[in-house]
Nanobody, 125 residues
């Protein structure tokens, strides 16, 4: 069964950085697009970024463009989300997910079939 596991969350001060990891098992990054999402209390789950399976194409939502960077290590089956210049409004549970479709736009929750359990990111002084 396909599995995804997030790690790297924690507490960081405004302006700080974190790198999240999404480790996948029982499938390879050659065949699935990986997306990062977040959900803050009382809000809808929001798509942030994705990296495509075949071409490594990436997309970002406007609120994180220029601050977050998605990357992948296919040999390790890990996808990263480097988050810089973090703001209090970035506080949320962050999830990674897998989709068989291409990464052609900001990820939409409905096309991602497999999800990790999430990792908490808290930005606070």
């Amino acid at each position: 069964q396909m599995q995804l596991e997030e790690s790297g969350g924690g507490l960081v001060q405004p302006g700080g950085s974190l790198r999240l990891s999404c480790t996948v098992s029982e499938f390879t990054l050659d065949y699935y697009t990986i997306g990062w999402f977040r959900q803050a209390p009382g809000k809808e789950r929001e798509g942030l970024s994705c990296v495509g399976s075949s071409d490594g194409a990436t997309h970002y939502t406007g609120s994180v463009q220029g601050r977050f960077t998605i990357s992948r290590d296919k040999a390790k089956n890990v996808v990263y989300l480097q988050m810089n210049n973090l703001k209090p409004e970035d506080t949320a549970v962050y999830y990674c997910a897998a989709s068989p479709l291409k990464c052609v736009e900001t990820p939409l929750r409905g096309v991602y079939n497999y999800w990790g359990q999430g990792t908490q990111v808290t930005v606070s002084s």
